[in-house]
């Protein structure tokens, strides 16, 4: 058990990636909060995770200041304090530069930057108040590294993650809190499901090409990674001990990106 009463919060874990990190966060022993925008399945995800002893679901919108310190207070107060962030609540919007409206850029920065930006500043008040350190990990991307067509405002903002990740691993380190950025290949999650017949359809190719030949072209072995993959990852930065793993990111693609 490698998070023994180590206490986490999980952004947009009521599906795919974060809802895998939740689970494994769970198997090793943490009490878990579920943030998503989707009350529903943020109350389900916690139920399906083992109830109220081990996850609580909390409805939040990680652009709203008010909800995203009002479900933190919650995490202290339910389960006593709080260790781990995982900022991993996103969305994805295909459009070229040209076409993209203004709104959807906006709400692209908002969800991935402001709510990093939100949720980490909550986080740290309590942490340095407690005096016991912790862990922040952001969801990065291939695109905090690489850019692909149609993609503008999600490879800006998960560019982005890595200046935050490393300011907050220079201020935090007094505290013993770390910063990390996990940067996951494609990995078969409602949103990867909804952009395969978008990016087909702006193309003008077959959604077998996206997945062939844009989305798995440059892996060492035409295979997806998986939220197990993207976990065990998380995992790991949330258990390191030390100061001496903060500032980094760590690419988990299948060879996409090497560095
Ligand atoms: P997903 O669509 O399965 O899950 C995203 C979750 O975020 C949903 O439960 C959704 O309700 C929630 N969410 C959306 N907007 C929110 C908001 N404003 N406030 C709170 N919750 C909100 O997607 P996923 O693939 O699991 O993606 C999770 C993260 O991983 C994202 O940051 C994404 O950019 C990143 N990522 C995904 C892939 C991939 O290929 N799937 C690759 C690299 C990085």
Redo the contacts with the bound molecule.
């Keep these: 058990m490698r998070l023994k009463d180590k206490v986490a919060l999980v952004?947009?874990a009521?599906?795919?990636?974060?809802k895998e990190i939740a689970r494994t966060f769970v198997a090793e022993g943490a009490k878990v909060v579920i943030?998503?925008?989707?009350a529903q399945?943020a109350q389900a995800t916690a139920a399906e995770l083992g109830g109220p002893a081990k996850a609580l679901g909390v409805a939040?919108?990680?652009?709203d200041e008010a909800a995203v310190d009002a479900g933190m207070e919650q995490t202290v107060q339910t389960f006593g304090k709080i260790d781990i962030l995982v900022s991993?609540?996103?969305?994805?919007t295909i459009a070229a530069v040209d076409e993209l409206e203004l709104a959807k850029w906006k709400q692209m920065l908002a969800?991935?930057l402001d709510?990093a930006f939100l949720t980490t500043r909550a986080a740290l008040r309590h942490m340095y108040r407690q005096g016991t350190g912790g862990s922040i990990i952001y969801?990065?991307?291939?695109h905090s590294k690489e850019a692909s067509m149609l993609k503008a405002p999600y490879v800006t903002a998960k560019h982005g993650l890595i200046g935050l990740a490393k300011v907050v691993a220079k201020e935090g380190a007094k505290h013993g809190v770390r910063a990390n950025v996990i940067c996951?290949?494609?990995?078969r999650?409602?949103?990867?499901d909804k952009q395969i017949p978008e990016q087909a359809k702006e193309f003008g190719i077959s959604e077998e090409d996206v997945i062939k030949k844009i989305m798995l072209k440059d892996t060492v072995d035409g295979e997806f990674t998986t939220t197990q993959d993207v976990a065990q990852a998380a995992l790991f930065f949330a258990a390191f001990e030390t100061n001496a793993l903060t500032g980094q990111s760590l690419v988990v693609s299948h060879g996409w990106f090497m560095q």
């Design positions: 952004t947009g009521a599906s795919g990636i974060g943030a998503d925008l989707n399945g939040m919108d990680v652009t991993n609540a996103g969305i994805q969800i991935h709510g969801m990065g991307s291939v996951p290949g494609f990995v999650t409602p949103l990867v």
